[in-house]
């Protein structure tokens, strides 16, 4: 049995167990969360989140990609969204390699550099900064006034905010 097959019980116990009844296609706070992939952060527990309440958007880092753009854009524009919330932690992953250093590694193993950028970071404060520039500075977000950067601590479970300069 592998993982997925267990998930899929899971599934069905939980389909059994779940609320009847229909949801919105927009997310009811308004919100959009970028966050990091990292297995320890539940987003919904850590923020008291609901289903249906907010957009969770998440890759490795969870820095801004032109995806991320791309799903902001929908999320704002079709969906009614207005806030970004932008979460990055303490001990990611990315801060374990080096865009050059990855890079190679790819391109030694499988012939072909990457097209896409592997955006690693050292410092996750830095970064969110830089995800909020990014953020703030695309013309397909059209609410741009009310975005907001943190760093979660994965130890203290305690969200520490970044203010932007
Ligand atoms: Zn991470």
Same mark, same amino acid.
Request: glycine share 0%.
């Given at each position: 049995m592998t993982t997925i097959d267990e998930l899929l019980a899971n599934n069905r116990t939980y389909a059994g167990a779940a609320e009847s009844g229909h949801l919105d296609v927009r997310p009811r706070r308004r919100l959009a969360i970028v966050a990091c992939m @990292?297995?320890? =952060?539940d987003v919904f527990a850590v923020l008291g989140l609901e289903n249906g309440e907010a957009h969770i958007l998440r890759n490795g880092g969870g820095v801004i990609t032109d995806d991320v753009i791309r799903s902001l854009a929908i999320s704002q524009r079709k969906l009614g969204t207005r806030e970004v919330m932008l979460i990055h932690h303490t001990d990611c992953g990315m801060q374990k390699l080096t865009d050059d250093g990855f890079r190679a590694e790819l391109q030694e193993a499988t012939g072909i550099a990457p097209a896409f950028a592997i955006e690693s970071f050292t410092d996750p404060e830095a970064d969110v900064r830089q995800s909020i520039l990014r953020v703030r500075r695309?013309?397909? =977000?059209?609410?741009?006034?009310l975005v907001r950067g943190f760093v979660y601590?994965? @130890?203290?479970h305690l969200l520490h905010e970044v203010t932007s300069h």
């Open positions: @990292d297995s320890r =952060i695309s013309d397909f =977000i059209p609410h741009r006034d601590d994965v @130890d203290s």
